[in-house]
C-alpha cells in the first residue's frame, strides 16, 4: 500500500511547479494529543517546517519527501485533523490529460442550476444566488472538473448525477472534509496577540468611523482592552461591505478573518465573517419647531439662537433639539457572498449544522452511494 501510495504522488505530481511541494507520510496507530494540536494550530496559525520535523521524528512517522520539506505541515496535519466538531463532504471528478491545461469544462451550467434547486441543504455553494455563477467548477489548469461539497457521500453522488457533463472523467473520488465548517475560524485572540497570516476571532468595540479606499474597500478600526486593529471589507464582498459601512464608533462586533500584513508592521484583519452584538444609539441635532406655528426654525448664524421666518418668533440656542436616529443594520451575522468564500468559510446555509455522524452511519447509505458511483461512466 505504502508503495501504490508513493508512485501514484510520483506519477501525478509536476515537480516543475514552484509552489508544488509534495510530501508522504504514514502513521501507525492511535492518533496522539500532539498530532490533534499540531493539526488544529495549522487550521488558524503558521507552523514551522522545523515544528513539522520536530513533531515527525517524536512520533516515529514515516515521512516521503519529493522536493522541499514544506508538504510535511500538511500532510501530518491532515492524520491528525479532528472532524468529531463538524465535517462535510466533496465529490471531486478529474479530467482525463488531454483536457489538462484547458480552462473550459465542458458541463452544463443550468443542469447545475437544477441540481443546486433540487439538493439544497444537502449540498452547498453550488451556485453564488446573487449573479448566478455556477461555483462548482474552477477556472484554472489544474485536473479538477469540477467539486460538489455536500452533507453526505449518499447526497454528493446523488447531486453529481443530475450534472450534465460533455467530457470524459478520469476518475470520481469523495472526501470527508473541513471545508464549510468554519474549521479556521475557531481561535479567539487579542488584538496585541496577532500576527500576520492567522486566521482570528476579535471580539471588540468599533473605534472609528468606517472609510471608503480607492477602490471601494472599507476599512473600519475595531479595538479591545489590548490594542486596536483595521477591519476590512473588501469590494467583492458585496453586501457584507454596505454592512461595515453603517458601523459607527462604539458599536460592539464579532469579527472573523485573516491577518494580513502591510508596510509599517501595521496589521488588518480581513473579514469573513461580521457578528453585530451591539449597536449604540446615533442622533442627529435638529432645529427646534417654532412654539407659534408649528414650522420648522432657521438658524440665525453660528452659535445664535434660531427664529420662525413667518412669525418672527426667536426661540434661545439651546432649543436644538436631538432626534434618535434610525440605525440601519440589526444584530446578527452578516457574511459576504459565496463566491467570495474561502474553502473553510460555513455558509449561511451550514448556519446552526454541526455534524458528527459516525461512520456507521454513512455505512447504512453506503450500497446505495456505490451503486450511484458505478452508474458514472469513466474514461478507460
Ligand atoms: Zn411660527
New binding site residues.
Given amino acids: 500500500m505504502k508503495k501504490i501510495a508513493i508512485a501514484a504522488i510520483e506519477r501525478t505530481t509536476d515537480l516543475s511547479q514552484r509552489s508544488t511541494d509534495p510530501a508522504v507520510v504514514f502513521f501507525k496507530g492511535p492518533v496522539p494529543t500532539s498530532l490533534r494540536e499540531f493539526s488544529t494550530k495549522a487550521l488558524h496559525s503558521i507552523l514551522s517546517v522545523r515544528e513539522a520535523r520536530h513533531i515527525a521524528e517524536a512520533l516515529d512517522a514515516e515521512t516521503h519527501l519529493l522536493k522541499g520539506p514544506r508538504g510535511l505541515v500538511g500532510a501530518l496535519a491532515s492524520i491528525g485533523a479532528n472532524f468529531c466538531q463538524d465535517h462535510t463532504f466533496e465529490i471531486i471528478a478529474y479530467r482525463t490529460r488531454e483536457n489538462i491545461g484547458t480552462t473550459r469544462r465542458m458541463v452544463s451550467h443550468d443542469s447545475v442550476r437544477r441540481m443546486d434547486a433540487m439538493l439544497r441543504g444537502l449540498t452547498f455553494n453550488n451556485v453564488d444566488h446573487e449573479t448566478g455563477r455556477v461555483l462548482i467548477c474552477p477556472h484554472g489548469p489544474d485536473p479538477v472538473l469540477l467539486g460538489i461539497r455536500g452533507e453526505d457521500p449518499a447526497s454528493v453522488v446523488k447531486a453529481f448525477s443530475q450534472i450534465e457533463i460533455d467530457e470524459p472523467i478520469e476518475r470520481v473520488m469523495i472526501f470527508k472534509t473541513n471545508q464549510g465548517t468554519d474549521a479556521h475560524l475557531s481561535c479567539y485572540r487579542k488584538i496585541e496577540t496577532l500576527r500576520p497570516y492567522q486566521s482570528t476571532v476579535i471580539a471588540g468595540v468599533v473605534s472609528g468611523a468606517p472609510w471608503v479606499l480607492r477602490g471601494g474597500h472599507v476599512i473600519f478600526r475595531t479595538g479591545d482592552e489590548t490594542g486596536s486593529v483595521d477591519c476590512a471589507a473588501y469590494r467583492a464582498t458585496g453586501p457584507l461591505r454596505e454592512t461595515t459601512l453603517q458601523l459607527v464608533p462604539g458599536d460592539s462586533v464579532t469579527v472573523s478573518g485573516g491577518i494580513r500584513p502591510r508596510p509599517l508592521g501595521e496589521l488588518t484583519l480581513n473579514i469573513e465573517k461580521l457578528e453585530v452584538t451591539g449597536l449604540v444609539e446615533t442622533v442627529r441635532m435638529e432645529n427646534p419647531s417654532?412654539s407659534?406655528?408649528g414650522?420648522r426654525c432657521e438658524s440665525m448664524g453660528k452659535g445664535q439662537g434660531f427664529r420662525?421666518r413667518?412669525?418672527k418668533?426667536r426661540l434661545a440656542k439651546t432649543s436644538r433639539i436631538q432626534k434618535l436616529e434610525h440605525r440601519k443594520i440589526t444584530l446578527g451575522v452578516y457574511l459576504p457572498p459565496p463566491r467570495t468564500h474561502r474553502h473553510l468559510t460555513k455558509p449561511a446555509s451550514r448556519n446552526g449544522i454541526h455534524r458528527h455522524t459516525s461512520f456507521e452511519t454513512y455505512n447504512a447509505t453506503i450500497d446505495q452511494t456505490l451503486e450511484s458511483l458505478a452508474s458514472i461512466s469513466i474514461a478507460s
Fill in positions: 417654532c407659534n406655528c414650522t420662525c413667518k412669525c418668533v
